[in-house]
């Protein structure tokens, strides 16, 4: 298989799938929440907002992060939040041109209310129900909580969703990215591996190990065959949380980080720098906030989409360069590759 790219750009496709966040973000804000009433007398700070809302960090951050995207809500000089004009004449209720009764009209749609749920409780889909057939979240692994990921028919559905994506994306990947001086790859919760394969086909002397659960390395090396890269990869089945890592020149972590919340994310950070030699290279391939999160909206708007489905959300540059830091790894620029990701690559100190 050669190392083909896509003859059309198909970010607009994941930005309208991404936009339904849009709606459910701030309807929620205005109709469950009412954060437009809680800033109307004048700028709160952060702190004292999320208590008025009663929101976890989490929760906290990501809708902040959209309304602010948005151009609803902005930080003021003093740090504090406040309302846009826009937000100030129209989303105030009570106000001449208020169209806060107009939004709420969407206040039961399923999809709201599912997205009030989680921004009250902290947890993704899947995670609150235990049915009998229910395959729980796709992302999470914690004691109690079925994970899709461990079901073969879920997982393999899965993978090969997100390998959809993959197919389009890992060819700019592979192009960008210069890692000579590495002869063994791990990709740490590679999924179908397609990331780490283009970076085969762009690397002749390299290896990888493909770390993931069991049931999605048997698509991963499906795949293998396919892009024609079996002979050069190691399939490793493991728990990325608490399972040993085996030692490699480089590390990837493609669309993975943001499946986890930011002590998981630090510690997955740390324990991927402590299988790497000095000079060894760190790849964080994903989405990335503005280091003032308050966009961009597109990346804002998946972070609602990791937020519903995973225990993680969207993260700035500042907040990986900061995790690459504490773990002895010096960050380098982020290159560009598709649909709104990019390649923030670090070296072990």
Not at 79 to 104: K, N, Q, W
Not at 135 to 157: C, K, M, N, Q, V
Not at 187 to 211: K, M, N, Q
Not at 278 to 297: E, R, Y
Request: charged content about 20%.
């Amino acid at each position: 298989m050669d190392l083909s790219f896509p003859e059309t750009d198909p970010t607009p496709i994941f930005d309208h799938f991404r936009s339904v966040y849009a709606t459910e973000f701030l309807t929620a804000a205005v109709a469950h929440l009412g954060v437009f009433r809680q800033l109307s007398a004048g700028p709160v700070a952060a702190t004292e907002l999320r208590s008025r809302l009663a929101l976890q960090e989490r929760p906290y951050v990501v809708l902040m992060t959209a309304l602010r995207a948005m151009g609803m809500v902005r930080a003021e000089e003093s740090g504090m939040l406040g309302l846009t004009p826009m937000a100030r004449e129209h989303l105030v209720p009570g106000g001449s041109f208020d169209v806060s009764g107009y939004l709420s009209l969407g206040a039961n749609n399923p999809g709201v209310l599912a997205m009030v749920e989680r921004l009250r409780t902290n947890r993704p889909s899947g995670a609150n129900t235990h049915t009998a057939g229910d395959p729980g979240t796709t992302h999470t692994f914690r004691d109690g909580i079925p994970s899709a990921l461990d079901a073969e028919a879920s997982a393999r559905d899965s993978t090969l969703c997100l390998a959809g994506r993959a197919r389009n994306v890992a060819p700019y990947l592979g192009s960008r990215v210069r890692i000579p001086e590495a002869r063994v790859l791990l990709d740490i919760g590679g999924g179908s591996g397609i990331y780490a394969y283009a970076l085969l086909r762009t690397h002749p002397e390299l290896r990888a190990i493909i770390l993931d659960r069991p049931e999605v390395l048997k698509v991963a090396e499906e795949c293998a065959e396919e892009w024609q890269v079996r002979g050069r990869v190691t399939f490793h089945p493991a728990n990325l949380l608490e399972d040993a890592y085996p030692a490699a020149d480089a590390v990837l972590f493609s669309n993975v980080l943001h499946d986890w919340d930011v002590p998981d994310c630090r510690r997955l950070v740390a324990r991927a720098a402590g299988c790497l030699p000095k000079g060894g290279s760190l790849l964080i391939h994903d989405v990335f906030l503005n280091d003032a999160m308050d966009g961009p909206l597109p990346v804002a708007l998946y972070s609602g989409l990791l937020f519903a489905l995973s225990e993680g959300r969207a993260y700035s540059a500042a907040e990986y360069r900061a995790w690459l830091r504490d773990a002895g790894v010096s960050a380098q620029s982020i290159l560009p590759t598709l649909v709104h990701c990019g390649v923030l690559i670090g070296r072990k100190e």
